[in-house]
């Protein structure tokens, strides 16, 4: 037994040599353990550096909050530094400083960049495109030659230190910029966005461009000391438009699968995040070592725009917020993990070698001021090319470019890259660190904490006195809502013992008093004394008429992304029609001192009429036909939408003219520019409707089946929160309609028009017809052809037809106005129930094909069919409330959409005869007859009756709608909805003075 134990005990040795394939090493799992405590612990501090950053209070003299990137760049350091002190930790941090920079880069960056891409908007992008790659491309170049000339010439390094292919090396790596600081200040002060887009995009682009320089000279720098391959022109040339091209277009095929499997998924927020993880990894690692051997960053740069632009709208609204919260959380450990790692990895391996010199040090502060110059020299060599693309760039915003070009994470990657290359010098190595570090460092310190002052100090952002007054309101109006609400609450049992002074102290209705009066003497200070009273009830007293203008221009654009996003609400439009008509706003918002300018920048987005021509004359060909159709019905189909609800909303704010404080004269004026952008979307349209009917009918049909589809499934969530469907049909319903959904954006539309026999079964006032009926109207009706200015009918003429337009534009004239009518639309209603006169002159503004009905058939119809007849009064008072714009009342101001869907549920047709007596409790609209009140007022007809407490006697036979409810609750309800309420801004201030007095006999009773 004996032997046998001392045979295996002299056997182990011989055993340890080949282990077992399952045998892991404890310790190494010790040591992974520490690594994984490490990392969780450097997202912990980030998290306490992240608050004492949003904690840390503006300085006394000019600095900003101390940027958060250098914070966590110097706990690296520090850590790194201390790292043989820390134990654990510092073991842990010792393994992490020997990680390779390239698996930063393979692990860190593509997140890093895929997010930033990802979450930029794309039309502001779109519109700054030529500029970004100005700065990004060229510009990197340019700027990576300058810094490499300030390293050779004026800081006199030679080459022992760095050739001159290594200078322009270290040049690629510093030209990188990380303006993460500057952007989010910029964002803080309400810096114009597409300022803000021009330096976030340049930092998007020129990470991976300077790369790409940064590997080209990296190779003639081996190449020249004979430790790398010979390079030709012909290689340069291929290799540079492979890795600048190649990349970014992988990035789009990519994308363009991605977006095509995420168009199948619904209501899976997991599957949709991981996604968007996988496509990103798989994009860089295939375009970096599989395939096309290229910028594996700039192809993640490709795939991250392209889901800006499409891959969003394939994403469902339901888990949009999931997967941008995911990537949030991701972007924000990333980036505090890659710093904190390259500040290990500076700390440990560069600060405490001696390959740096003291005079190294002083050359560091020179260089930053020449990098700034570089910078300077390299936007001015572009700058006469950035004025004439893009946004317009002012001369404070030009220094702010140049002052904000941070250096960041890619930088310092680049420069570890280099000092782990054994085939580059030690002290060139150890220098490309050493100054990436410390720019990074210094950039950040410096530029990130005083571009506040600069910025305020330029006066960059505009600060007019309207905008103060109308924060001013804001704050009061918030003082008033807030003490309603601590009445509510004070007459709640459960709060009767309740210390209401302190709750005033602690809701801070003392410092926003405080704020208040700051700004009356700054508006005081900035309009004089002797103009007007700060604390004026009237926000526009005292202004110029250049401010009016800029003040209703300004409420005019807040107004329309409201409503924007009440259509989308509503599912009358779709997202990115949303983000491209609020992102026009915003622009707008930017510029009140112009002159309204809404649908030209939305017109830029748009595909000219020729290629659309091209995609609809190829439809039919095989293999291609099927994406030329798709195409056409997505791309059209944007179009449409946009351009339908533009015209829409900006309808809704003009019929809203008399609800703004301002001078009605300024209103005026600035409302004939709205009416001008109006009257551009309305030809455009009308050009649209005219060119491709067919596809115009497709587009409607998808519009109205996507729009139905997602109010079914709000009515659905509604009720199921309601508690009126089980979780069990509430799964299956919602599944079904969501299937509906995906099968409808996979639906392949015919794109030919209908014969009008199809066309007038489905017209919207002949449903409901019986067929003999629908016989009847078919039969009596024939095609005609109108040229462009030719008279349709005239008025005053007698009346035998009347028309549905197949193709083409109308224009319906009249006394005092017009009505512009397009594809599918009657011309007119008001003609079936006249006297047997056309009331209007009808003329084809462009060549127009239209189908005549009989007018004598319709009007049988009318007879005996009550809800045909109904919906044929209601609709003509769209025309009646223009011809008869005196008698009309608050029909007027009403949007007609709004008007016609009151009509439809909150009123009836009635009939009278001669001496009948009427009640009019809601009021009411008279087509035919006559009336008289208690009072002997006459009311002729196509007049609005208002509200009555008695009846009304009929004078004459004749035609009436009886309202349920009362018609101006639309309008009060609308301008509640868009704060337009002309009396809440002088209760306001009544009620804020009354409040502001208590407090002060609170604080003196205190005292």
Request: hydrophobic share 40%.
């Amino acid at each position: 037994m004996a032997e046998h134990e001392h045979e295996f005990e002299g056997g182990e040795e011989e055993l340890e040599a080949p282990k077992d394939s399952l045998w892991r090493d404890e310790h190494a799992m010790e040591k992974s353990a520490n690594i994984v405590y490490f990392l969780t612990l450097g997202i912990v501090s980030g998290l306490i550096l992240r608050e004492i950053n949003k904690k840390t209070k503006q300085s006394i003299i000019v600095l900003s909050r101390f940027p958060y990137s250098p914070m966590i760049l110097s706990l690296g350091i520090l850590i790194g530094l201390l790292q043989k002190s820390l134990g654990y930790i510092g073991e842990s941090a010792s393994i992490l400083s020997k990680m390779h920079p390239h698996l930063i880069v393979f692990v860190f960056v593509p997140v890093l960049l895929f997010e930033s891409a990802f979450n930029c908007d794309w039309y502001t992008f779109k519109y700054q495109m030529v500029n970004i790659l100005l700065l990004a491309g060229p510009g990197c170049g340019w700027g990576a030659i300058l810094l490499g000339g300030v390293f050779k010439l004026v800081l006199q390094y030679d080459d022992n230190d760095m050739t001159w292919y290594q200078a322009f090396t270290l040049g690629s790596v510093l030209s990188a910029t990380d303006p993460v600081a500057v952007v989010a200040l910029l964002k803080e002060l309400g810096a114009s966005l597409a300022f803000n887009h021009l330096i976030e995009g340049e930092a998007l682009l020129n990470d991976g461009v300077a790369m790409v320089f940064f590997i080209f000279f990296n190779k003639f720098s081996k190449a020249q000391s004979g430790k790398g391959e010979a390079v030709t022109a012909s290689q340069v040339v291929i290799n540079f438009i492979r890795n600048s091209f190649v990349g970014p277009i992988l990035g789009l095929v990519l994308g363009i699968l991605a977006a095509l499997w995420t168009k199948r998924i619904l209501g899976d927020d997991i599957e949709v995040t991981w996604l968007t993880f996988v496509f990103t990894y798989l994009t860089f690692y295939w375009a970096e070592f599989c395939f096309f051997k290229t910028s594996g960053l700039l192809a993640v740069v490709g795939l991250g725009l392209f889901w800006s632009a499409f891959g969003k709208t394939r994403i469902r609204s339901s888990v949009e917020h999931s997967v941008h919260t995911v990537w949030g959380f991701v972007q924000y450990s990333c980036d505090t993990l890659v710093f904190v790692l390259v500040g290990i990895i500076v700390g440990t391996q560069v600060i405490e070698e001696t390959f740096i010199h003291k005079s190294d040090y002083i050359r560091m502060i020179v260089f930053y001021f020449f990098m700034i110059l570089a910078r300077f020299i390299m936007i001015l060599t572009f700058w006469p090319l950035l004025r004439c693309f893009g946004y317009p760039i002012s001369k404070p915003e030009f220094i702010v470019l140049v002052y904000g070009g941070l250096r960041g994470a890619l930088g310092l990657t680049l420069s570890l890259m280099v000092g782990c290359d054994e085939e580059l010098p030690a002290r060139f190595r150890h220098l490309s660190v050493f100054y990436a570090a410390g720019m990074a460092a210094i950039t950040n310190l410096v530029n990130g904490t005083t571009c506040k002052a600069l910025v305020q100090y330029l006066e960059m952002i505009e600060n007019p006195v309207v905008k103060k007054k109308v924060y001013k309101k804001y704050l009061e109006e918030l003082i008033v809502n807030s003490q309603d609400k601590m009445r509510e609450l004070e007459s709640d049992q459960f709060y009767s013992m309740a210390d209401w002074n302190q709750v005033n102290q602690l809701i801070g209705q003392p410092k926003f008093i405080e704020k208040i009066e700051k700004l009356e003497t700054e508006i005081k200070y900035m309009v004089g004394s002797n103009k007007v009273a700060a604390n004026s009830s009237n926000l526009y007293e005292g202004l110029t008429d250049q401010e009016i203008f800029g003040e209703v221009r300004y409420r005019i654009y807040r107004i329309l992304k409201g409503l924007y996003y009440d259509k989308f609400e509503y599912g009358l439009c779709e997202e990115d029609t949303v983000r491209l008509l609020v992102e026009s706003s915003d622009i707008g918002l930017d510029h009140t001192k112009s002159i309204l300018n809404i649908w030209d920048q939305l017109y830029k987005n748009f595909l000219n009429f020729s290629s659309v021509n091209f995609f609809f004359k190829v439809k039919e060909i095989p293999l291609i036909g099927a994406f030329a159709k798709e195409y056409m019905i997505k791309h059209l189909g944007f179009v449409y939408d946009v351009t339908t609800t533009f015209l829409s909303c900006a309808g809704e704010v003009l019929h809203l003219t008399d609800s703004f404080p301002m001078g009605k004269d300024a209103v005026r004026l600035v409302m004939e520019e709205m009416t001008r952008e109006i009257d551009k979307a309305e030809g455009y349209l009308g050009i649209l409707n005219d060119t491709f009917p067919e596809i115009v009918r497709a587009i409607q049909t998808k519009r109205a089946s996507h729009s139905i589809l997602t109010h079914q499934r709000h009515y659905l969530d509604d009720t199921q929160q309601n508690g009126l469907v089980d979780e069990k049909e509430y799964q299956l319903l919602k599944k079904e309609i969501n299937n509906r959904l995906v099968d409808l954006e996979n639906h392949q539309f015919e794109m030919v028009l209908p014969s009008f026999h199809v066309l007038a079964m489905e017209f919207p006032i002949f449903s409901g017809l019986v067929s003999t009926d629908l016989d009847n109207i078919i039969k009596s009706s024939y095609e005609k052809r109108f040229a462009c200015d030719e008279i349709i009918y005239e008025q005053g003429m007698t009346c035998q037809n009347i028309f549905i337009i197949s193709k083409g534009n109308v224009v319906d004239e009249f006394e005092g106005g017009s009505i512009k009518k397009g594809l599918g639309s009657l011309i007119t209603y008001t003609n079936l129930i006249g006297d047997g006169t056309c009331m209007s002159t009808a003329k084809a503004t462009a060549d127009s094909l239209l189908y005549s009905l009989n007018l004598k058939i319709l009007r049988e119809l009318m007879q005996k069919n009550p809800e045909f007849e109904f919906k044929i009064y209601i609709n003509s008072i769209e025309y009646l409330r223009k011809m008869f714009e005196s008698q009309a009342g608050p029909l007027v101001n009403l949007e007609i959409k709004r008007l016609l869907d009151f009509f439809r549920t909150k009123s009836k047709l009635k009939k009278l005869t001669q001496n009948q007596k009427c009640d009019f409790i809601f009021g009411g609209y008279l087509f035919r007859g006559e009336l008289k009140d208690i009072n002997n007022k006459v009311y002729p007809q196509y007049s609005y009756i208002p509200p009555q407490e008695t009846e009304c006697l009929a004078t004459k036979d004749g035609v009436c709608l009886i309202f349920d409810d009362q018609v101006d609750s639309l309008n009060t309800q609308m301008l509640k909805q868009l704060d337009l309420d002309p009396h809440k801004d002088q209760q306001i201030q009544e009620r804020y003075s009354q409040i502001k007095r208590t407090s002060l006999q609170e604080k003196k009773k205190h005292h």
